[in-house]
């Protein structure tokens, strides 16, 4: 509950590593009035991977921003479909990080679903990081 108060924050303490779907509700109801996605990964080394907003619209570019890498030439980030394993055929795309530790890739515009990004260390196929992002058509972001 959040007793009343119009914004703030609820900490979710010792979730498991996986997707979670955040919902809010007015007055006791079951009308869902928001909603936001987040992830918990395996992070123990610092490295992460955000795709900017969770819900994107269909075909636009997808801007990936990464940290924490090894800054080895080997370095990659994926996108997959979400649930796939990181079988080299079920990539939907990819990049290297050219040797940098930080900093942005963009993709080119994905079809309607639900995407990973995952983050790999030197040229292998063990998730370093990960998070959840959406494609919806019709989507609108918001103008700020």
Do not use: C
Request: hydrophobic share 35%; charged share 15%; proline share 3%.
């Amino acid at each position: 509950y959040t007793n009343g108060q119009l914004q703030g924050n609820i900490n979710f303490d010792g979730l498991p590593v996986g997707y979670y779907e955040v919902r809010a509700f007015f007055n006791n109801s079951f009308n869902v009035e928001a909603i936001t996605h987040f992830s918990v990964t395996r992070n123990d080394v610092g490295t992460s991977v955000d795709a900017g907003r969770t819900v994107h619209k269909v075909n636009e570019t997808i801007r990936v921003s990464f940290s924490g890498m090894q800054a080895k030439n080997k370095d990659w980030i994926g996108i997959y479909r979400e649930g796939s394993s990181n079988d080299w055929g079920n990539i939907v795309a990819w990049a290297w990080t050219n040797d940098q530790v930080e900093g942005t890739l963009n993709f080119d515009g994905l079809g309607p679903g639900n995407y990973e990004v995952r983050a790999f260390f030197n040229n292998s196929y063990n998730v370093e990081a990960t998070t959840f992002f959406i494609v919806e058509i019709g989507f609108n972001p918001p103008a700020f």
